[in-house]
C-alpha cells in the first residue's frame, strides 16, 4: 500500500501520493524472512519506478486484472477503492506483478459520476500513470465495453445470487430497513454506455484548401482518445494522415 501519512501531515506536503511511503503488512514477518523481504523489496522498488514514470502499468501491473479492477469500479462507482491511499495490492511472486485487491468499495462519489479513465482533477493523482499505457487503455476499454453489455448484468446477479441473499441476511441483522436494488448498477451502465457510444466525436474545419495543400484542425468531442480517423472525399477516396495521431479526449471539467 501507499502509506496516508496525507491525511495527518497534508500541510507539508509530505504524506502525499507523490512523496508517500510504499508499506507492506505483516511488516515483523515479512523482514524477519529472507525470500519475504527481497520480494518486498523488489515490488516496493517497482511501485516507485512505477509512480516516477520510468515503467508503465504493463512492466507492473497485471493487465487483465487491473482493468476488470477499475472497469468494475466504473460500473459500481466505487472509487474509493481505488484512491491511492485506498488501494491494497498483491505482489505475485510468480510473474513480478502486482494484482489490486478489491477494499472499501463504496460508492461515495455517485453525487459525481466519472470514468477512471477521466476523473475530476482531485482524482488525477490516483488514476493518471495506469492510462499513460496505451496497451492498458485498449484493454480496460474492452472491459467496459464487456460489462456494460445488456446481458452481463443479468447473468452476473443470477450467478451470484445465493452469496447476495446470504451477505444480504446478514446486513439486516444490523440493518434490518437495507434492501438491495440494481438500479443504481443499471443508471451507472447508461452513463458509460453515452460515453461509449457518443453522437459526435471529431469537430473538422477547414483552415487552408489549395491546389497543393489542404489544411484542417480537428478537435475531440468526447471524453475518451480517438485516432485512425481519416478524410471522406467526393469521390469516396479515404485520405489518412501521414502519421498516426492520437487525439486526447475532453477533460472530466470540461
Not at 491494497?88 to 477494499?103: G, K, M, Q, S, W
Not at 495506469?130 to 446481458?151: A, M, Q, R
Not at 484542417?216 to 498516426?244: C, G, H, V
Amino acid at each position: 500500500e501507499f502509506y496516508n501519512d496525507f491525511f495527518a501531515k497534508k500541510s507539508s506536503g509530505y504524506g502525499s501520493h507523490l512523496s508517500s511511503k510504499i508499506e507492506v503488512f505483516e511488516s515483523k514477518s515479512i523482514q524477519s524472512d529472507k525470500n519475504l523481504k527481497f520480494q518486498y523489496r523488489l515490488g516496493a522498488k517497482l511501485l516507485y519506478d512505477f509512480r516516477n514514470g520510468s515503467k508503465n502499468t504493463s512492466e507492473i501491473f497485471d493487465l487483465e486484472k487491473l482493468s476488470s479492477f477499475l472497469a468494475l469500479n466504473d460500473i459500481l462507482q466505487s472509487h474509493h477503492s481505488s484512491d491511492w491511499h485506498n488501494l491494497r495490492l498483491y505482489f505475485n511472486p510468480v510473474t513480478y506483478l502486482f494484482e489490486p485487491i478489491a477494499f472499501d468499495g463504496n460508492n461515495e462519489s455517485l453525487s459525481e459520476h466519472f470514468l477512471s479513465c477521466n476523473p475530476p482533477y482531485y482524482w488525477t493523482s490516483s488514476y493518471e500513470n495506469y492510462f499513460k499505457d496505451k496497451d492498458f487503455y485498449k484493454l480496460y476499454l474492452e472491459k467496459l465495453f464487456k460489462y456494460t453489455n445488456s446481458d452481463y448484468l443479468k447473468k452476473s446477479l443470477a450467478n451470484f445470487q445465493n452469496d447476495l441473499n446470504y451477505n444480504l441476511k446478514i446486513l439486516n441483522l444490523e440493518w434490518p430497513e437495507y434492501t438491495f436494488s440494481p438500479s443504481y448498477i443499471n443508471q451507472n451502465i447508461n452513463f458509460i454506455r453515452k460515453i461509449l457510444s457518443p453522437n459526435k466525436v471529431l469537430d473538422a474545419n477547414v483552415i487552408q484548401n489549395n491546389k497543393n495543400i489542404l489544411e484542417i484542425s480537428i478537435a475531440n468531442m468526447q471524453l475518451l482518445p480517438t485516432e485512425k480517423f481519416f478524410i471522406l472525399a467526393p469521390d469516396s477516396t479515404r485520405l489518412y494522415p501521414k502519421n498516426d495521431i492520437l487525439l486526447d479526449g475532453k477533460k472530466h471539467d470540461e
